[in-house]
Each structure stands twice: as C-alpha cells, then as structure tokens.
C-alpha cells in the first residue's frame, strides 16, 4: 500500500523556520518524482515545489530562495526546509508522488501537516 506521511509542521513567528518530514511507504522514493504544495485557509492548492530523480529541484516564485526541497532515498523520505517564514507561508502542507514525470498528475499525497506563521 501506497503511503505518504507528512509531519514537522507547527507555530512559527514571522523570519523563523520548520522542517517538514514526508514519510514515504509501499513504493521506492528513488524511482519518482516528487512535489510540495499547500493551500492556505480559504484559497486552493498552490504547487511549491518539485524535485525529480536526478534530484533536480524546481520552486514556485513565491518561496524560491526560502525553502529547499531534499530526499533521502536510503530513509524513504523527502523533506521541505523552510526559512525565513513569512505570514502568508501558513497553511496545510502535503507532499505528493507523480504519477509520471514532471508534469504529470498526481497519483498520491499524504494529509498534511499544518503551518502556523504568526506572532
């Protein structure tokens, strides 16, 4: 069975960082591409991230410079460091296997874990 775990999320203040977990289960996470989204409260999912299995890593504008993607294939996960947090980062935060190469759909994600940028 196909699993995505997220975890790491959590309350931050404004310039602070989080490391986000998402523990992949039933299939080898070295064989896929892999993306980060979010949607914040009220509004839809916006793609954030992306990194293929050569491990090259795409970002959405709004977080390029701020956030990095990584795996590690021998642990099975793939992380998001986040830094310097802004307000507007909060929302759920999942992690999702495509179903192909880039630009393919989604076939998995996980259910999230929540970020919380306030003072």
């Known amino acids: 069975e196909v699993r995505l775990v997220e975890s790491g999320g959590g309350v931050v203040q404004p310039g602070g960082s989080l490391t986000l977990s998402c523990a992949a289960s039933g299939f080898p996470l070295s064989n896929y591409d892999m993306t980060w989204a979010r949607q914040a409260p009220g509004k839809g999912p916006e793609w954030i991230s992306a990194m293929d299995i050569n491990n090259t890593t795409y970002y959405a504008n709004s977080v390029r410079g701020r956030f990095t993607i990584s795996r590690d294939n021998a642990k099975n996960t793939l992380y998001l460091q986040l830094n310097t947090l802004k307000p507007e980062d909060t929302g759920l935060y999942y992690c999702?296997?495509?179903?192909?190469?880039?630009?393919?759909?989604?076939?998995?994600w996980g259910q999230g874990t929540q970020v919380i940028v306030s003072t």
């Open positions: 999702t296997r495509l179903s192909g190469g880039m630009g393919t759909p989604d076939d998995y």
